[in-house]
């Protein structure tokens, strides 16, 4: 797959269309709420001049990710992940969150220097209707063992540091294919979920998606035991000097676009998982009412009911 054929063809899909909070104006506060609790509205994009060189690059792969969001109606989402490999760190991260935020910066950047007070929001034009952007990222420090994980909820982006666990594998006789490259079958148990993965030694570096690690050889498909959630590889190239960036600090780009991390710990942020999969619509505003703006620069404020629907199963 040509990664960066892909990236163009989504950046060209942003002006044909807007998200619908580009007309939000018009709508009311119920419609507004509808669309701000669906899953579907992405507050706030980074501004891509803000990010530092943290490594060069030496591979990439592309994962299709698949996860059920809902175990009564077995409904699912799709996202696209990336994954980089350094000589010193790997970034495991949202590709569609990478492509909005791309894209966006141009067009804010585009729209700031005609003097213009009002953003397009172009996420309804690059993600497609049955996918989602996610801001979760992990960067894996491979001289210390160590992963330093970013998270958002709304317009904050949570950061924390986590030692790597060391996942006890079990090797099969069974085999597999992905991409081509032939592939050894292994079972183990990471955080409270069995992990069935394909891994080709033709490829060798020990990591994979999420926290899958620890093997010999690259994994290009993932599964848990009660299939909710599944990685599997659709693209490989080389790095070609390339870097892996990452965002540092707290800073304000030239457009006006913030990036500020709240530093929490692992414990805080898994209670912010389990409501996230309790009620991941409507997370954003905790049930309190919450401030949108407007296209035309005007603020509004819409309240959001929290709700339960089915079961949302935690990656860990």
């Not at 309804?124 to 049955?130: G, L, Q």
């Not at 009620?279 to 819409?302: E, H, N």
Request: with cysteine; aromatic share 10%.
């Amino acid at each position: 797959m040509n990664l960066k054929s892909k990236r163009t063809a989504l950046a060209l899909l942003a002006v044909m269309a807007v998200h619908p909070l580009a007309n939000s104006q018009n709508l009311s506060d119920q419609e507004v709420a509808r669309i701000v609790s669906s899953g579907r509205y992405f507050p706030a994009a980074r501004d891509f001049s803000l990010r530092e060189k943290a490594d060069t690059m030496e591979m990439r792969i592309l994962y299709g990710f698949e996860y059920v969001i809902d175990t009564l109606s077995v409904k699912c989402l799709h996202e696209p992940y990336m994954l980089e490999i350094g000589g010193k760190l790997t970034h495991y991260y949202s590709y569609n969150a990478y492509i909005r935020d791309s894209v966006q910066s141009e067009v804010y950047a585009s729209e700031r220097s005609k003097g213009m007070n009002a953003f397009t929001d172009i996420t309804s034009s690059v993600i497609p209707e049955d996918q989602t952007a996610t801001y979760y990222e992990i960067f894996r420090c491979i001289p210390t063992s160590s992963r330093y994980v970013l998270l958002r909820v709304q317009n904050t982006d949570y950061c924390y540091s986590e030692k790597a666990e060391q996942t006890e594998w079990r090797l099969s006789d069974r085999t597999d294919t992905v991409c081509g490259y032939r592939c050894q079958v292994a079972e183990g148990q990471l955080n409270g979920r069995q992990w069935r993965v394909s891994f080709s030694t033709d490829i060798p570096y020990p990591y994979g998606p999420w926290k899958l690690e620890g093997l010999p050889g690259l994994i290009l498909k993932a599964e848990d035991s009660e299939g909710l959630l599944r990685w599997e590889a659709v693209g490989l190239e080389k790095g070609r000097g390339r870097s892996i960036s990452r965002y540092t600090g707290n800073k304000t780009s030239a457009i006006g676009l913030h990036y500020r991390c709240e530093k929490t710990n692992k414990k805080n942020i898994a209670e912010l998982w389990r409501m996230i999969w309790r009620s991941p619509g409507f997370l954003r505003t905790s049930g309190k009412p919450m401030t949108v703006m407007l296209p035309d620069g005007s603020i509004k404020t819409v309240g959001v009911q929290n709700h339960h629907e089915g079961y949302y199963p935690p990656l860990e």
